[in-house]
């Protein structure tokens, strides 16, 4: 008879449930994946999911080194779980041509799903310990499953399945454990398939917190990406939901991008290595307030960290233990039309082909503080992406301070520490006390349109120079530049009055004087005249 399992709570009927083996059912496991031959096991397999739910709640057993054949997808009921010997021990092996290994009943992608929804969702199951293997099957998803609360993910492993590995939507309190996904998603085609068909994909929205948790999985070789969380857009999806965490993945060769954040908020993406993809790490559809912490992005043949799309982003911060290198273009890419907001880069940048953040959006009080960009360039000798930081669009009120841009290679590659382009304004803000010494030109080239209420001070390896100044008739008025000023006046006849912004007057009746003025400030000089002053020095400090 059934065998229980001690390992799994079901909270929802507070007892241990039972474990149902297979082969208590008429399944032998004898399928041989190389010649197709083999019992079919999948009569065995409905069976046991019907002496479950007949049961109220309970597991489906795998035995040791069993292979089983399903010729078509299990339609999944709540309360069933799965429980395997271990991913290299208990095999099922799909021969479907449309469907998913496990799937779910009803029409979920209509806005009245059935029979499972956010106000009946199933709950407390367990799969673990198994692995499916779609390398006779021409399409289908490894897992597919909506509406989970309570359940458990855990040492699985899924191949060859032609759309996404583990494409599961809407979860609150499920782990996803140790999760491999191998060559999942391989019709992937950019130009004409290309939504889903990944490693691990997770549909989010139906719930305002969805406690989604993605650990130690490693996704290699996924058609679209490797691992993402996506908002879905259905009458029952109006969240845009919080509480997605991705941590210790590995993700390599992935058609897109590694890792994904595709419209959620405050996705948390830390200890990962995201690689050999075509970005590392995409943002796009409007992702929120993410973070990005302690992870390794590094030989992608496109871009580190590509913020993309139309939909504005807001928030996302990248910290300091966060290395972006070697990849074959930008480092770090901010290109999406509609802008960026408060973003936070704080990251380690270096060895990038081509520049190591490059800004082509719209960004709103960004803060690149602390942040090290070294030796890019290493891809375009000779070009226009060689450098560490760029703008190339409009920038309101960064925050540039304590970054550390510099090439210390033999052969230098990085031509400016920062580079600000005629495409660019800049607005507000503050460039200061940054090293920007080591390059192989300068420390900055400055050729934006214009810049506005900018604070530049105390930036090592970049000397402005300063402009003559000369004397206008009484009363004469100058403002400072975007860095603090030191004005030095001589005057053959005695000057009546300097005053600050209009309303300090600082000095009266002198012949000389030495005026400190901060960045932006003005002054207003009345004299007798213009011959009256005969010298007129202008000193920026730096």
């Known amino acids: 008879m059934s065998r229980y399992s001690p390992n799994f709570y079901s909270s929802k009927t507070r007892k241990y449930v039972g474990t149902y083996y297979v082969e208590e059912f008429g399944a032998i496991g004898n399928y041989n994946p190389t010649n197709g031959t083999g019992n079919d096991d999948t009569d065995a397999f409905n069976k046991a999911i019907d002496a479950v739910v007949q049961a109220g709640r309970g597991n489906i057993g795998l035995s040791p080194n069993k292979s089983y054949k399903l010729r078509y997808g299990m339609t999944w009921q709540d309360g069933v779980g799965v429980i395997g010997a271990g991913k290299n021990s208990s095999k099922i092996y799909p021969v479907i041509g449309g469907a998913a290994a496990f799937y779910q009943p009803g029409t979920v992608l209509a806005d009245n ?172 559809d409007g992702g929120i307030g993410g973070k990005i912490i302690n992870c390794n992005i590094y030989n992608n043949t496109q871009y580190g960290i590509h913020f993309m799309e139309d939909a504005g982003v807001e928030g996302y911060y990248v910290d300091s233990k966060t290395k972006v290198h070697d990849n074959t273009k930008h480092g770090i890419l901010f290109i999406t039309t509609a802008g960026v907001k408060n973003a936070k880069c704080h990251a380690e940048v270096y060895k990038n082909g081509y520049n190591g953040i490059q800004v082509s959006a719209p960004l709103t009080n960004p803060d690149f503080s602390n942040s090290k960009l070294y030796n890019n360039g290493t891809a375009v000798l000779g070009g226009t992406n060689q450098h560490g930081l760029v703008f190339r669009a409009d920038i309101t009120n960064p925050c540039i301070k304590n970054i550390r841009a510099y090439d210390d290679q033999t052969v230098k590659t990085q031509k400016y520490g920062i580079y600000s382009n005629i495409d660019s304004t800049v607005s507000g803000g503050e460039i200061s006390e940054n090293d920007l010494t080591g390059n192989l030109v300068a420390g900055w080239l400055r050729a934006e349109s214009s810049a506005t209420d900018l604070t530049v001070r105390n930036n090592k390896g970049y000397s402005p ?65 213009t011959s009256t002053i005969t010298s007129v020095k202008r000193q920026i400090l730096s």
């Not at 909506?146 to 599961?168: A, V």
């Not at 590694?258 to 995201?274: L, Q, R, S, T």
Request: proline share 5%.
């Open 113 to 284: 799903p059935l029979p499972y929804d956010p106000d009946n969702p199933m709950s407390d199951m367990e799969f673990r310990g198994f692995s499916i293997d779609f390398v006779n099957s021409t399409g289908g998803k490894g897992i597919l499953l909506f509406f989970l609360k309570h359940c458990l993910f855990e040492d699985i492993n899924l191949y060859n399945t032609p759309l996404t590995g583990m494409g599961c939507d809407f979860l609150d309190d499920v782990d996803i454990r140790r999760v491999n996904t191998y060559n999942c998603g391989w019709t992937y085609d950019p130009e004409i398939n290309n939504i889903g068909r990944s490693g691990i994909g997770i549909g989010t929205g139906a719930w305002p917190i969805e406690r989604i948790r993605v650990s130690d999985c490693r996704c290699e070789d996924s058609g679209n990406f490797g691992i993402f969380l996506e908002k879905q857009n259905y009458a029952y999806t109006p969240y845009i939901s919080r509480g997605g965490i991705i941590s210790n993945c590995y993700v390599k060769g992935s058609g897109n991008a590694a890792i994904a954040d595709k419209g959620v908020d405050g996705m948390i993406v830390k200890n990962c290595e995201m690689t050999e993809s075509l970005d590392g790490f995409q943002v796009l």
């Open 465 to 529: 120079v300063a402009a003559s100044v000369a004397p206008a008739s009484s009363p004469w008025t100058y403002t400072a530049g975007e860095q603090p000023e030191v004005i030095y006046i001589i005057a053959t006849t005695a000057i009546e009055s300097i005053k600050i912004n209009s309303t300090v007057t600082i000095l009266t009746n002198c012949l000389t004087a030495t005026v400190f003025l901060s960045p932006w400030a003005s002054m207003i000089v009345t004299h007798a005249g």
